[in-house]
């Protein structure tokens, strides 16, 4: 019997033992991890649009009942809003579009209840409340007076925020198709059989027009250029890949410089060969070189020679001989 007590007294011993050693490992623990978090520099967390006065709950509360646009918005270019943790309430996440949340939350929902619901929104205030970010882009600053804006057409008309298709710029669909839906006119010069290759994927819209709005060209006269993104130094956008039309020649031709490239091409699409806007050269330049001018370079445009007989299918295609007809450095003429 006693020999029994003994063993148990020490398996008691043991048992106590292991249990102090294991809350003495804990309290090591908690010390080191105090004395870390001591030393460790403090981290703001990301602002999510936590309360902080003014209505404002944040977006997490938003997660409850909008979980399918919640758990997409970190895909989301305005999700920058609220991983920089240092923007405001009233400019990170979903209340940095709609306002505050408050009175939605408090109402469980509801359209009348939200500060800025786009879909009852006028156009000017739906434009305003973009701008309120987007205002400082550069490309953004004749928005006001685009046409699109003068037209009533605004920033939710072509794009969707929550659930856009297109892999750029959150548009509400592919961009030549979003063009198309109010420009159906142009839909059809693009199948035509000289055009530029909008159709095929090789350039978009937005590659020569902004749609935001442009500055007034300089190239003919600022009239008609139908919000084209003008290129360096305000020249035409068509200079951006035609830059061996770019210049600056000794001998410029003046219906380049003066009314631009669509005095002759039609941008879109042409049933003529380079866009052209006749089908036969000659008559294409007959519209300006008439018998209405002076016939002098210096006071009007140049008559046609006695020697041209434009029956004669050897002159009625200008370009065989004038062949630098965008500019020459070495002939007045556009000789070759």
Known sequence: MISGCGAFQGRRNIAAERVFRNQMMRAGWVWVLAVLGAAAPARTAPHTGGSSGAGYVGGDVCKTCHADIWMNFFKNPHYKSVASGREPPERTGCEACHGPAKAHVEARGGKTTIGRAFSRMEPKAVMEACLTCHAASFDKSN??????????????????????????????????????????????????????????????????????????????????????????????????????????????????????????????????????????????????????????????????????????????????????????????????
């Open 143 to 336: 928005i006001r007076r685009s046409e699109h804006t003068l037209r009533d057409v605004t920033c939710i008309n072509c794009h969707s925020i929550h659930h856009s298709p297109a892999p750029k710029f959150l548009l509400a669909r592919k961009q030549n198709e979003l063009c198309y839906t109010c420009h159906a006119a142009v839909r059809s010069q693009f199948e035509m059989p000289s055009r530029h290759r909008v159709n095929e994927g090789f350039l978009q819209c937005s590659d020569c027009h902004n749609p935001h709005g442009s500055m007034a060209a300089t190239w003919s006269m600022g009239v008609g250029s139908h919000m084209v993104e003008t290129a360096l130094g305000t020249e035409s956008p068509c200079l951006k890949c035609h830059v061996d039309k770019r210049g600056p020649f000794v001998f410029e031709h003046a219906s380049v410089r003066v009314e631009g490239c669509q005095i002759c091409h039609m941008p879109h699409g042409s049933t003529n060969a380079k866009l052209l806007r006749r089908p036969v050269v000659f008559t294409l330049c007959l519209e300006c070189h008439n018998e209405g001018a002076t016939g002098t370079r210096n006071q009007g445009v140049d008559l046609q020679s006695s020697r041209h007989n434009l029956l004669d299918p050897e002159f009625q295609k200008c370009t065989v001989c004038h062949v630098r007809i965008h500019g020459s450095n070495a002939d007045p003429y556009f000789l070759r």
